[in-house]
């Protein structure tokens, strides 16, 4: 289960190509806005930082336009592209958005792996080949696969670069990856599910091959991460879209091990790359219930679906040095202004004002046919209700 990965060159660039831009990890521009790292490294600030999970994506039309007739993943493949596409959200909301997420996908980890991913216009992800049981000869090779995470996601560290040299210092740039259980769930499923009998198959037929998996997808994102971090991430976010999947007991077996594997070594991966630290989030969508547990996992931040109340969460966290981040509804989006200014003043309420403790977000990501007037809408409402 060994994770390689490969040195960059330090030498400065003579010219912007994309052949050089991935060498410039140490000559970014000074950030001009600092609030969102600030605040997630747990400082009082004078307003809530904000952004939303999906900012870069279809709702918008630039989106389209930038894509073209590109696959959605020869975008993520693309650095130019997606860099493009990871811009476009900070320039329409200039002075709204507080950071900035590079347009990737989770599913790039399986990739990475072995595995085909294909993205299928109006389904979505589809794995032609998932795993079917430990005995899938398909398992033991995706298993034993000794990983160069640099080479196999070199695309993605140029991405992160090049947009880090497009901003300009405008905002702080997140990395991301899937959680374990989320793209284990996508591994077995083979997309989407709306019953997850694959997956409960296996976590209740095959526990411990289950386990062995889920480990090997973690080691991996730690490398990923961290390598990330080197090409220029500020802040990195856990995306356990899948989480509520599981029960309690099932979640503390499946999902919370691997979060906590990844925030006990990341940072010392970090570290032994001679980079300084960044704040980790973790987004468990639908653990409601494991929220006391999330708060001890090592994470700076935890990302809150809307399923939980903001008060109540302040309540369960207590006095823990634990940011929050979410967690309206997106669907709100689809309703009135005053239902937006509504929820946005419930959330400032709940999360006690907004000057400590808490990055403004949606509780999962934007939705299609939001128009991006009423998301603006939306930011500007947060600014008013909870700036200075």
């Known amino acids: 289960m060994s994770i390689r990965s490969s040195t960059q060159s330090e030498r400065p660039p003579t010219t912007f190509t994309i052949d050089t831009v991935y060498s410039m990890a140490h000559q970014f521009e000074p950030l001009q806005n600092d609030l969102i790292l600030r605040t997630a490294w747990g400082q009082k600030v004078e307003r809530p930082p904000m952004w939303v999970m999906r900012q870069a994506g279809r709702y918008l039309p630039e989106y389209h336009e930038a894509k073209g007739k590109h696959d959605f993943f020869e975008c993520c493949r693309s650095p130019e592209i997606a860099s493009t596409l990871t811009l476009q959200p900070i320039e329409r909301f200039a002075g709204l958005v507080d950071a900035a997420i590079i347009f990737s996908d989770i599913l790039v980890i399986p990739q990475a792996l072995g595995m085909t991913v294909e993205m299928v216009d109006k389904k979505g992800p589809h794995f032609p080949e998932p795993l079917k049981s430990p005995e899938d000869g398909q398992y033991a090779k995706v298993l034993k696969k000794d990983v160069d995470v640099a080479a196999e996601l070199d695309y993605v560290y140029k991405a992160i670069t090049m947009t880090r040299h497009k901003l300009k210092g405008r905002v702080p740039l997140y990395g991301f990856c899937g959680a374990p259980w989320t793209l284990f769930c996508y591994m077995v499923e083979g997309g989407g599910s709306k019953m997850f009998i694959e997956t409960k198959t296996w976590i209740y037929k095959y526990p411990k091959a289950t386990q062995d998996m889920l480990q ?84 700076q931040v935890v990302g809150l679906d809307w399923l939980q109340d903001p008060s109540e969460a302040v309540k369960i966290r207590g006095d823990r040095k634990v940011v929050f981040q979410g967690n309206a509804d997106p669907g709100v989006l689809y309703g009135s202004r005053e239902a937006i200014t509504a929820t946005a003043e419930e959330m400032v309420a709940g999360f006690g004002g907004g000057k400590q403790g808490w990055i403004a977000n949606l509780g999962h990501g934007i939705t299609p046919g939001v128009k991006p007037d009423d998301l603006a809408f939306y930011f500007s409402e947060i600014h008013r209700l909870a700036g200075s």
Do not use: N, T
């Open 216 to 299: 090997k997808i973690a080691e991996v994102c730690v490398e990923y991460l961290a390598l990330q971090v080197k090409a220029g991430a500020q802040i990195l976010q856990v995306f356990d879209s899948w989480a509520g999947e599981l029960s309690p007991s099932s979640f503390k077996k499946f999902s919370q091990p691997y979060l906590a594997y990844i925030s006990k070594h990341l940072p010392v991966r970090i570290k032994e790359l001679g980079l300084e630290p960044v704040p980790m989030v973790v987004f468990a969508k639908g653990a409601w219930y494991a929220l006391d547990s999330l708060c001890d996992l090592g994470y």
